[in-house]
C-alpha cells in the first residue's frame, strides 16, 4: 500500500501509513529501492526528499546517494547528487565507518569527484576502524 501511494504522489497518505505501520527505517529502504529498481520513477527521489525534510535523519542522505548511484546512476548529474548527499550524511554521521567508504567511491568514478589526496586521507581514516576494508585498501594500493 506505501508503494501505491508513492507511485501517485500521496506522500501524506505513504508516511502515515509508514507511522500507522511502525515499519523501521530498513522496511522503508527496501520499498523505495524495490520501487526504483521496478519503475525508475523519480517520485522515489521525490518522496525520499520528502522525508528528509520531514524527518531529517541523516540516514536519509545515505539512502537518496544510494538510490542515485544504483537504480538512477544512469541520469545525468546523478553522481553529483550522490555526492553531495554522502557528504551531509558523513557531516551528520561522524564516526561512521560505512559513509567514509561510501564516500572513496567517488574517487574511483571516471568524473573523480575526491581528489587522490582526499581519497587517501579518508582511505587512512576508514583503515583505523575497519583495517580489511576493501575500498580503503584499494585506494591505497595495498
Keep these: 500500500m506505501v508503494k501505491k501511494r508513492i507511485l501517485k504522489g500521496e506522500f501524506d497518505k505513504a508516511f502515515d501509513l509508514i507511522i500507522e505501520n511502525s515499519l523501521d527505517f530498513e522496511t522503508v529502504k527496501g520499498i523505495l529501492l524495490e520501487i526504483a529498481f521496478e519503475t525508475e520513477s523519480l517520485l522515489v527521489l521525490t518522496f525520499t526528499n520528502y522525508l528528509l525534510q520531514k524527518c531529517g535523519d541523516a540516514r536519509i542522505h545515505l539512502l537518496i546517494a544510494e538510490l542515485l548511484v544504483t537504480a538512477f546512476s544512469h541520469f545525468e548529474g ?57 575500498p580503503a585498501l584499494r585506494i591505497l594500493g595495498e
Excluded at 553529483?80 to 557531516?91: G, M, N, R
Excluded at 568524473?111 to 580489511?132: G, T, Y
Design 78 to 134: 546523478a553522481y553529483p547528487s550522490a555526492f553531495y548527499h554522502i557528504k551531509q550524511a558523513d557531516l551528520n554521521m561522524k564516526g561512521d565507518v560505512s559513509v567514509k567508504e561510501f564516500l572513496l567511491l567517488f574517487h574511483e568514478i571516471p568524473d573523480k569527484l575526491i581528489s587522490e589526496e582526499e581519497a587517501k586521507k579518508i582511505a587512512i581514516d576508514v583503515l583505523k576502524e575497519k583495517p580489511d576494508s576493501i
